[in-house]
């Protein structure tokens, strides 16, 4: 600046918002969107789980009258512990069983492709038909139970659908059953990136084969395995499909989940301001859990 | 010459006219099953036979809860159908406070609709500020207790002929290795069954108290304590009863696998495809045999504003056509429900109708908790009643409390 002042020839930098013209006004549609449909839309959402709207939104504002009923309603209580529950578990077996197939299809077996086919096949149905399969497999008079008991086993109970202390573990069943094959696939992905020299090398050097795996390879896959994680715990947040058409939320409200009160409350009751109070709090509960984890993740870069 | 041809050329135009005007109209419902859809297919039988204009059938597969939120969507998102199946209450109220819906008022004060309806509360159901907004087409109560005679007659034991003799015969059925009562794992259901108890235990005038004038105390009271005693007896002998949908239930009493089912009036379509005989295979107990009342719920008809003139005469037509005697009589007949208007001849009805309309015309009649609980407060309470009639150990006490809890909110 100060020379251009002295008369020199100006020779002015490129102005940083038009690099890259044509690219950034490619993406103008895209942020557009972004904004109106994912901020707005949310922004929108929030303001009005302050009000008492009910079939149709108006702004008649209640304070946290909303908030207050959400927590002290039990089902919401039971949904929030249902989501927990069902979420730490599937995260910690869908993770393992994903780790361990994928490791064992590693180990050059015959019938590789037949297995990782088989394996990966349920992802390919929606959860609805998913969870359609397994009601029926978990009746206890068409399913497991009756089969079981015709084999001759007259006292075979397994009926965890209408069991209220079982039933998530029925829901955790068919999901993992279409969950895992797709985690196996990605953690396989990252095992074959690994060097074979690497093999050869923990060989030579005598470290028994799932020593190598603990402290050689996972900590070597650790951007799969953050992949791995965002996938399923994205599809934890969002269960809502599989519980319909297991148990719509049954036996009682012994499965209901967070985003089933959602969407009973805003359709079935008509009660907009309740639920949106209550998915006001699932993305609070996902900020929550994702803030920190984008913060490192930008640390990290910028380090 | 010239006169014919001009003759010809008028008729022409008339019929050319005539064709313009004919409108398809969407009719969007939630009867699907065998008997319904039949019921509804007269419906639309009637209106393309009577009319210039068509109807296309929009049905919607799964239960109201499942249909509503999409005609609802539908309504407020700008596409409106032709007309749509409501239950009567509340459940349109706001559509109609946004003036979504079309004014039927003059429609219906030139067929004198205040006098054709019985019982009037249904119209009054559609009346909001003083003008029609729906046409009611049906009458549904929930007050039925339906018997197996065949579970009974397998177990030795004489059909019971109301709700303490039902309970006496349990243990007989149980022995039998039968399920003394059939009940579906759907709040809905088991919070319809509750009011059933209510209504014949609490009595009459406790169960407005709490329904119509929501009074916190009388549901925290006695009459209403031992409808939830009755209840967890009732839940006790529905334990094994491993089904979902009512049907399902229905069909456990049609086999002769369980003994009773407390269920409304739409069971009986279900006898009448299985081919049994009301009196002889079943039999019905209005009010549970212990006060015989029947509420007055059911279907109506909304018919959403389309700024169209053509449409709208349609519109108006098929409200028309809904309820006058033909229609009512051929629906309800096909439907096992009652007709909205008391000056039409049933014949063909078998005895449980026969009952319900002789209770209907002696006017023992209680609004449907659809007409006076808002679906907010009707939800919280299928919550409240699932989580009860399916957990063994969740005590009538309890249960009372979070039950005067939610109607003390209510609105």
């Not at chain 1, 202390?165 to 953690?187: F, K, P, R, S």
């Not at chain 2, 006790?236 to 407390?262: E, P």
């Not at chain 2, 269920?263 to 295979?281: I, K, N, P, S």
């Not at chain 2, 003139?309 to 033909?326: G, K, N, V, Y």
Request: hydrophobic share 45%; with cysteine.
């Amino acid at each position: 600046m100060s020379r251009a002042r002295r008369g020199t020839a100006p020779v002015r930098p490129p102005i940083r918002l038009f690099r890259n013209l044509s690219s950034k006004i490619a993406a103008i549609p895209m942020v557009l969107v972004g904004l109106g449909v994912f901020v707005g839309g949310t922004i929108w959402t929030v303001v009005y789980s302050f009000t008492d709207s009910r079939l149709l939104p108006r702004l008649q504002f209640v304070g946290f009258e909303q908030y207050e009923r959400l927590w002290s309603t039990r089902r919401w209580l039971v949904s929030i512990e249902n989501l927990a529950i069902y979420g730490i578990v599937s995260l910690v077996f869908t993770m393992c069983l994903g780790f361990l197939l994928a490791a064992l299809l590693d180990r050059k077996i015959r019938f590789e492709d037949t297995f990782r086919t088989i394996f990966l096949y349920p992802f390919a149905l929606s959860f609805i038909v998913t969870g359609l399969v397994w009601q029926w497999l978990l009746n206890p008079d068409f399913g497991i139970q009756s089969v079981v008991r015709s084999m001759g086993f007259p006292n075979f109970n397994f009926d965890p659908l209408y069991n209220s202390d079982l039933v998530l573990i029925g829901l955790l069943i068919a999901g993992l059953w279409q969950g895992t094959g797709l985690i196996m696939v990605i953690m396989l992905a990252g095992l074959r990136s690994i060097d074979e020299d690497i093999w050869k090398a923990t060989r030579v050097d005598g470290i028994p084969i799932w020593k190598t795996y603990i402290i050689v390879i996972i900590p070597m896959m650790k951007p799969v395995f953050v992949t791995a994680l965002v996938l399923v715990t994205s599809g934890i947040v969002k269960l809502y499909d599989l519980v319909v058409a297991m148990t719509s939320g049954g036996p009682g409200i012994s499965s209901e989940v967070p985003a089933k009160y959602v969407y009973d409350t805003l359709f079935t009751r008509q009660n907009l301001g309740q639920g949106f109070a209550a998915s006001t709090m699932m993305l609070v509960t996902v900020a929550i859990i994702l803030i920190p984890w984008a913060y490192m993740q930008f640390r990290e870069k910028r380090q | 010459m010239k006169k014919t041809l001009s003759l010809l050329a008028t008729t022409s135009l008339i019929s050319a006219g005539s064709a313009a005007c004919a409108v398809d109209l969407e009719v969007t419902h939630w009867w699907t099953s065998g008997g319904e859809a039949a019921a509804v297919a007269e419906f639309a039988r009637l209106f393309n036979e009577n009319t210039e204009h068509t109807w296309v059938d929009g049905a919607i597969a799964g239960a109201g809860g499942t249909a509503r939120p999409i005609m609802i969507g539908r309504i407020t998102g700008g596409d409106p159908m032709g007309a749509t199946q409501f239950n009567h209450g509340r459940q349109a109220e706001e559509l109609v406070e946004a003036g979504l819906m079309l004014d039927l008022t003059d429609l219906a004060e030139e067929e004198d609709w205040r006098d054709i309806v019985n019982p009037p509360s249904l119209l009054d159901s559609c009346t909001l500020d003083g003008r029609i907004y729906c046409v009611p087409i049906n009458i549904h109560s929930w007050q039925w207790l339906w018997l197996s005679h065949q579970a009974y007659e397998e177990a030795g034991v004489d059909v019971p002929t109301n709700w303490d003799e039902f309970v006496a015969a349990a243990p007989a059925l149980e022995e039998a290795g039968k399920i003394p009562l059939a009940m579906g794992g759907q709040p809905w259901q088991q919070n319809g069954a509750f009011g059933v108890m209510a209504i014949a235990l609490a009595g009459i005038e406790a169960w407005e108290a709490v329904n119509v004038d929501q009074n916190a105390e009388v549901a925290a009271g006695p009459e209403f304590a031992r409808v939830f005693e009755a209840a967890a007896e009732a839940r006790a002998l529905s334990a094994r009863s491993n089904v979902q949908d009512w049907n399902q239930a229905t069909n456990m009493l049609i086999t002769g696998q369980a003994g009773g089912q407390i269920m409304g009036d739409w069971a009986q379509g279900e006898f009448q495809v299985a081919g049994l005989v009301a009196g002889e295979d079943y039999s019905c107990l209005p009010g549970l045999g212990v006060n015989e009342i029947i509420s007055t719920g059911g279907d109506a008809f909304y018919f959403p504003k389309i700024d169209n003139a053509e449409t709208e005469a349609a519109q108006l037509e098929l409200a028309s056509l809904m309820l006058s005697q033909e229609a009512q009589v051929a629906f309800n007949l096909k439907k096992g429900s009652l007709p909205v208007r008391g000056d039409v001849d049933l014949e063909a009805a078998n005895d449980c109708m026969k009952r319900g309309l002789e209770i209907l015309a002696s006017g023992n009649i209680l609004p449907d908790a659809n007409q006076t609980l808002s679906p907010d407060t009707q939800g919280q309470i299928e919550d409240m009643m699932t989580e009860f009639w399916s957990d063994q150990n969740y005590t009538a006490e309890d249960a009372q409390r979070l039950y005067a809890e939610i109607i003390a909110r209510a609105d």
